[in-house]
């Protein structure tokens, strides 16, 4: 992903009210392309500060993975 694209994709969770993400597990976790899309969007300072619990960029949003 090019910076613009990434950029877009970090605004999203940060405008929802509810982030939902549903992919299927691979061995007990997420597929190669859906880590690679974690790992761009929720990095330090976007998805998690400090304490996530208490600092964090995302605070109060709701979230469930299925």
């Known amino acids: 992903m090019n910076a613009p694209?990434?950029?877009d994709q970090i605004r999203r969770?940060?405008?929802a009210d509810l982030v939902l993400c549903v992919?299927?597990?691979w061995?007990?976790?997420a597929p190669a392309l859906m880590k690679g899309w974690f790992?761009?969007?929720?990095?330090n300072g976007v998805g998690?500060?400090?304490?996530a619990y208490e600092d964090g960029p995302?605070?109060?949003k709701r979230a469930l993975a299925a």
């Open 5 to 7: 694209v990434v950029a």
């Open 13 to 15: 969770p940060q405008a």
């Open 23 to 25: 992919f299927p597990f």
């Open 27 to 29: 061995w007990f976790a």
């Open 39 to 43: 790992d761009r969007v929720f990095v």
């Open 48 to 51: 998690y500060g400090h304490d």
């Open 58 to 60: 995302l605070k109060g």
